[in-house]
């Protein structure tokens, strides 16, 4: 059953004025997650769509939570006090939902755990002492992207070493993603952020750019001697075996299908590439991982470290298990004839209305898993216990 999206506008209660929205795709025992980004240009389009990749993204994971989305108007690289009474207003105007946790908000573009949890603290929420405490959802993110590209690669019989690679956004997940690539011998050749983009077709010295990157932020595209400036646009249509839009969503319309150079695709933003044109690129024989396969790792990656894992465990779970997932995903849309988004997305739904039934079917073995995750969030059972438990849970979510 397709799940029918929610959209609430969050506005003042003084003035009247939009601070923001909240869209809930779909609900599990009545509560939705997903991130909450503060952007000066958010809609409610963008955030349907982000809030149906989190219901596609937690049924492919086969983990038990409803989709939904947040965003908050307001300038990301405002200063902190700026950016955090930007949050707490929206929180103030939302605090019912997010009192009664029907919507759980985490870090997105624009924000960080740490901000969430302040302003959830702001409006009188108590935070378990497990939760908010990761910091690492970019490059957990990064890590699926980059293995869902190794297994369309391998398909497409592109070799990872010494292949040409161009990632649009070098930001929390682009940045990481550029340096996989690199350590397994790529050559990332092209980056774009806001303030434009940079070309090298020998390979862009990334750790370099990353170091200066720091500092600079958007603007390292603007410094002399790193490349060639390109439009941010023009990424795209570069020589290039892999491409990753790691950016804004339909950042690839129909109309750019044609010029695209890649052969691989894997998506780390949501909803970057629009219906149409994810189709014509199928037809066309090119690889698309899908935004909610491709960069799932966030919520996987976040959800295994709250069970214990550490960082490189989970990385090394992503190269044994998740690479051969997307790999058995798109030999199955291969020989089914469907194109790869339509077969994941069936898979996706359906195991989301599995899961939901399970979760709320009532029984006593939910009941009490539920119970021990109450325990475990206030830390009050050891985090080396559920280490060694989760380990089955884990890899059944990705058989």
Known sequence: MTPTPQTIVIRSGSRGDVLGFVCVDSTINDRARGGLRLMPDVSQDELEKLARAMTLKYGFLGLPQGGAKGGVLGDPEASPEVRASALLRFAQAAQSMLLARTYVPDADMGTTGADVQRMLEGIGVRISRREYRGSRSGDYTAGTVFEAARAAAGIQGVTIAGCRVAIEGFGKVGGPLAKMFVRTGSRVVAISTKAGGLYNPRGLDIATLRERGRAAGGSIVTEAGLGDRIDATELKRVPAEIFCPCARHDSVREDDVPTTAA???????????????????????????????????????????????????????????????????????????????????????????????????????????????????EGWLPGRLVRRMSDEYFQRRLS
């Open 263 to 377: 052969r691989v695709i894997s998506c780390g933003a949501n909803s970057p590439i629009t219906p149409a044109a994810e189709h014509l690129l199928w037809e066309r024989g090119v690889i698309c991982v899908p935004d909610f396969v491709a960069n799932c790792g966030g919520v996987l990656g976040g959800t295994m470290e709250f069970a214990g894992w550490r960082p490189a465990e989970i990385f090394d779970f992503y190269d044994r298990r998740f690479r051969a997932r997307v790999e058995l995903l798109i030999r199955d849309a291969e020989r089914s004839g469907q194109p790869l988004r339509a077969a994941a997305e069936t898979l996706a739904l359906a195991r989301f209305d599995e899961v939901k039934r399970q979760a709320e079917g009532g029984s006593w073995a939910g009941r009490a898993v539920q119970a021990a995750l109450v325990v475990y969030r």
